[in-house]
């Protein structure tokens, strides 16, 4: 018995795989190159045109907008969409500006929410709003809450023209019962 093993060449199930050319890692830049490099993006940034946010104006044109404002008794929601009702532009409430509870409802903050929207509105290029104003309604209390006329007001002095104001609180169809029960709310 011999100590070498005798190898046999071993049948190929496969076809062979051509040798490809190996990848050359990308070498590492020089100072010099890589400022060039930047110099390059440059002036790419700069040749682009800046982006401006809302629809395409010309100067002084009155694009509107449309301002829902909610006034309810806990909290007062300012929010403005598109002509179409459909796209929201910006949505702000007074309970984002304060932090107590007690106060989302309070003219002061409804104040601060119109005036995040007000610089969010002259952001987009949308000078001039139509107003639709609604407080609970349906068969809740009628009344427009302490936040409607303060956020109306700080609107307007931030510059946004106001075009037209309308109220939108649903007047009740018979529809479900209120509440409180059969003797009304107790003091």
Known sequence: MSTKKETQ???ETQPKKEAQPKKEAPQKKTRKARGKA???????????????LGPKTRPNELVFGVCHILASFNDTFIHVTDLSGRETLVRITGGMKVKADRDESSPYAAMLAAQDVAARLKELNIRAVHIKLRGSGGNRRRAIGPGGQAALRALARAGIKIGRIEDVTPIPTDGTRKKGGHRGRRL
Do not use: F, H, S
């Open 38 to 52: 930047k110099a390059k993006a440059g002036e790419q940034e700069e040749q682009k045109e800046v982006q401006t």
């Open 9 to 11: 060449p071993k049948k």
